[in-house]
């Protein structure tokens, strides 16, 4: 099962390179935007909501690999986007990647009204090996793990608005960045199908660091949590801070983030992954949402990078109603990846998480924040 992960952490690469070619040429950037549809907004309180072709495109591809090295994974590959594109001319093409270069460059063709220059630098993009040292620690894993029971879920590029609009020269505030291109992630995350539970996750952070010459560089990080197994590609650890700082959205209600700032201090940042990723890190003590603004593909993985620390990603309102009494025992109510949270949800909010979250490195934390709701 070690070979799956190193797959994902070089398919992360992959994303994240090609994440960064659309980035670095402007004309082919401007192609590459569409508005999505109004049913397929995240949130109304989002005012600008995009999905780009570079979206579907690391989709399809993570999805394509997967199919030539697993094949019997590739058809329990999840993610955000479907695979129909409308270009400017009102001609909606199915993506697909194809054997060849010269196959996949002209559906891109297509796509992009028959720019041929731009249709082959991603279809030479999504065909070329990229080199990432996995390390001995990935390659040693031993892992027992059944792929009939694996599902993976995708957010080619979490953070989309600051992916289109996000400015290069952001500076971070106590090593957190409020909003910019760090704050764009490719998230893969794998869990479960019986359980639910996440398992292995992968997150690729394209946008780290702008060199001196222009150009960025990114990083992959990666957990796994199974059976007996925690590993990482970071170190745990502890805060011993008696206060909590927690991160949250900028849209988050005033009643709760009044409530947050009674255990320390509250702070906040753009992109559902990026705030998690501060969790893991330990930049935060933990991220909330109060209500059903985040989707199963922007927590799946993160939630398996927590997990093989020792912490995790509690649905707020079910934990909440579970630890009504103060002197109860902590009761969590994990987040699940296998089934959607309510059969009546429709196709917008299907797969979003309803109760709202908090993700969390310790489960001192976790009760802090619990009981102040309680």
Known sequence: MAALLECLIKLSEKAGNLARIIRSENALFQLLVERKDDILKNDDSFVQDFKTLGDVLIQEM?????????????ERVYGEETNKFTNTLGDTVTVSIQPTVSQTAEILNKILNSNKEAAQLLAQA???????????????????MDFDSLGIWIDPIDGTSEFIKGKSDSEPEEG????????????????????????????????????????WQGRVLWGVCHKDVMASSFSARQSTNNSIKCIVSSAEKEEYTTNLSKLGKVCTSCGAG??????????????????????????????ALLRS?????VDFEATVKCNQSREARLQKKELVYHKPDADDLDEKN?????????AYRGEECLEKIIHAFC
């Open 126 to 144: 999504l065909h070329e090996d990229v080199t990432v040292e996995v390390g001995s620690k990935v390659k040693s894993l031993d892992l027992d």
């Open 274 to 303: 990026y705030k998690m990723l501060c969790v893991i890190e330990e930049l935060v003590d933990a991220y909330f949402v109060s209500k059903g603004q985040t989707y199963k593909w922007d927590t799946c993985a993160p939630h």
């Open 176 to 215: 957190i960045y409020p909003s910019g291109l760090q704050c764009a992630l490719v998230l893969i995350g794998v869990f479960d199908i019986h359980t639910g539970e996440p398992v292995m996750g992968v997150i690729n952070q394209p946008f780290t660091e702008n060199t001196e010459d222009g150009r």
């Open 62 to 74: 993570i999805r394509f690999e997967i199919q030539k090295k697993f094949a019997n994974l590739a």
């Open 309 to 313: 620390i020792g912490g995790g990603i």
């Open 350 to 358: 299907r797969w979003s998480n309803t109760g709202g979250l908090i």
